[in-house]
């Protein structure tokens, strides 16, 4: 026999040398949830691990990340107050400005990026204004959202992420941070974002499930692929600089599809029922917590540079053993 693939194999150190796919710390992004309130630090029961903080626990968290090696973070804000246009997701003294604003205060050593959505902030819990006849105003909705960017960088965000799904939101907030002279803060777009059921335990820990019908007006269907591809293709042109698919496990063939189609820096979120599903089972001694690292491996094989993910603080632990 000539070829033996198993030579390669045959030591860890010959197994180090030839691995294609590495993960490293600089790529991943960790979600933080933000709440009113003073003193609070209190596990989320649908996300084992992680925490509903208040601003004042930022100093111990942030402490806590930059001994994990975690520099990038991203922010929800759960807000006390809600009302039908979502007020407080563009208030001077809302709650994902205030943890912007200390984050920032505390620290240069981390990147702020902030989700930009409605649904958290909204009475009805859907991602924008809505009609009398309970649907999603695409344009009106622009404006809103556009507003809400535009507060979360003047309160010190380092990049904006919509979540939204409107049509045409990258590039009314493109044109809006340009107007107030941020135009070198740059924009990640959830570009392909799914109707998914793997958001469950997000819109437990955020309060932000739609009080009635669901979100498949706007995200998409999880059947399809080329519509992917179209929304990237839109986000690109109206200014994103970084593209997302959501979720990620289960899309695998879509970041492929995106990263083989554009030149871009493709992120994947890596999303809250991915992680519960699997930190349940290592929990409960299912599975080795081997089994993490794999599946994040494979979201970085597929195609994805960056990585949202809430394992971010077990990765970071793994790596180091
Ligand atoms: C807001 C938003 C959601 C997530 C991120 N931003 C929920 C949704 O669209 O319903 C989901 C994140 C996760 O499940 O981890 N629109």
Known sequence: MIKRPRRLR??????DLVRETRIEMDNL???????????????????????????????????????????????????????????????????????????????????????????????????????PNGYVDNDKTLEYLSRIALSHVEAGADMVAPSDMMDGRIGHMRKTLDAAGYENTPIMAYSAKYASSFYGPF??????????????????????????????????????????????????????RIKDNFNMPIAAYNVSGEYSMLK??????????????????????AGADIIITYFAKDISRMLRK
Not at 34 to 51: A, F, M, R, T, W
Request: charged share 30%.
């Open 10 to 15: 045959s030591s860890e150190l010959v197994r």
């Open 280 to 301: 349940l089972a290592v929990k409960n001694g299912l599975l080795d917590e081997k089994a993490i690292m794999e599946s994040i491996v494979s979201i970085k094989r």
């Open 29 to 131: 992004i960790y979600p933080l949830f933000i709440v009113e309130g003073e003193n609070i630090k209190k596990e989320i029961g649908s996300l084992p691990d992680v925490y509903h903080l208040s601003v004042d626990k930022l100093e111990e968290e942030v402490n806590e990340l930059k001994e994990l090696g975690i520099k990038y973070v991203m922010l929800f804000g759960v807000p006390d107050e809600k009302d039908e246009y979502g007020k407080e997701a563009y208030a001077e003294d809302g709650i994902v400005q205030k943890a912007t604003r200390e984050i920032k205060r505390l620290t240069n050593d981390i990147y702020v990026i902030t989700d930009i959505c409605m649904c958290q902030y909204t009475s009805h819990g859907h991602c924008g204004i809505l009609r």
């Open 203 to 256: 819109r437990d820990a955020a309060h932000s499930a739609p009080s009635f019908g669901d979100r498949r007006s706007y995200q998409m269907d999880p059947a399809n692929t080329d519509e992917a591809v179209r929304e990237v293709e839109l986000d690109i042109e109206e200014g994103a600089d970084i593209v997302m698919v959501k979720p990620a496990l289960s899309y695998l063939d879509v970041i492929r």
